[in-house]
């Protein structure tokens, strides 16, 4: 309500694929909580790899994407994570009918968003869990959840690590669920900003956060 009589402020929100971990930007976009807060939002689907890059050159004000984003404030870039939403990725690796066990996917392919992603290395730690040596199955970066789903389908992969709502839509169509989600595991969506915006316009930022946390 304060900042009603305020002309919205345009940013842009980049997330990286169509699941579960974008819900709450949508949810506020479509509640209209963003409005409340005198924003006007732009959410726009990207590459992982580039969120960072994206944050840094002013082209977004945040980015969700928690671990390639996250890799480039280790690597010194000017980023700081300043909102988790989902604190552990509810992912599962869902495999072909044929598939009832873990070692059957030695030479196998697993189709992931991005190589050393999220989903990637959740998987991997998984497999690892039940004994699994990660060499031998083949990660293929393949892109979206939609993607991933249909790579499995077409026998393109015999592997997939997915979160919801796409895990249920295969085990609709008869794909095995072979693992997940993890008992621990990392952060898989969030909201990272630059140094220079929380410097700037540290209103902006609380404004956003209040209106996800809404």
Same mark, same amino acid.
């Given at each position: 309500?304060?900042f009603a009589?305020?002309?919205?402020?345009?940013?842009?929100?980049?997330?990286?694929?169509?699941?579960?971990? /974008?819900?709450?930007?949508?949810?506020?976009?479509?509640?209209?909580?963003?409005?409340? @807060? %005198?924003?006007?939002?732009? &959410?726009? =689907?990207?590459?992982?790899?580039?969120g960072?890059?994206?944050?840094?050159?002013?082209?977004?004000?945040?980015?969700?994407?928690?671990?390639?984003t996250?890799?480039?404030?280790?690597?010194?870039?000017?980023?700081?994570?300043?909102?988790?939403?989902?604190?552990?990725?509810?992912?599962?690796?869902?495999?072909?009918?044929?598939?009832?066990?873990?070692?059957?996917?030695?030479?196998?392919?697993?189709?992931? /968003?991005?190589?050393?992603g999220?989903d990637?290395?959740?998987?991997?730690?998984?497999? @690892? %869990?039940?004994?699994?040596? &990660?060499? =031998?199955?083949?990660?293929?970066?393949?892109?979206?959840?939609?993607?991933?789903?249909?790579?499995?389908?077409?026998?393109?992969?015999?592997?997939?690590?997915?979160?919801?709502?796409?895990?249920?839509?295969?085990?609709?169509?008869?794909?095995?669920?072979?693992?997940?989600?993890?008992?621990?595991?990392?952060?898989?969506?969030?909201?990272?900003?630059?140094?220079?915006?929380?410097?700037?316009?540290?209103?902006?930022?609380?404004?956003?956060?209040?209106?996800?946390?809404?």
């Open positions: 309500g304060a009589a305020d002309a919205p402020q345009k940013i842009r929100i980049v997330y990286a694929s169509r699941s579960s971990s /974008a819900l709450p930007q949508y949810m506020a976009v479509q509640k209209g909580y963003f409005k409340e @807060q %005198a924003l006007d939002v732009e &959410i726009i =689907q990207m590459n992982p790899r580039l960072a890059a994206a944050i840094t050159s002013g082209e977004v004000a945040f980015a969700t994407p928690f671990t390639s996250f890799r480039g404030a280790l690597q010194g870039l000017p980023i700081k994570l300043v909102f988790v939403h989902i604190k552990k990725g509810p992912y599962y690796v869902m495999v072909r009918p044929e598939i009832k066990d873990v070692q059957q996917l030695r030479g196998k392919k697993i189709g992931v /968003a991005t190589i050393k999220t990637q290395l959740v998987a991997e730690e998984m497999l @690892q %869990a039940k004994g699994f040596n &990660i060499s =031998q199955i083949q990660a293929v970066a393949i892109g979206d959840g939609p993607v991933r789903m249909q790579a499995l389908v077409s026998g393109a992969v015999e592997a997939v690590c997915l979160a919801p709502p796409h895990d249920f839509m295969l085990r609709k169509m008869g794909y095995n669920a072979l693992l997940g989600p993890p008992d621990v595991g990392l952060p898989s969506a969030g909201m990272l900003t630059s140094d220079k915006l929380i410097k700037e316009n540290p209103q902006l930022v609380r404004r956003t956060l209040k209106a996800l946390l809404r």
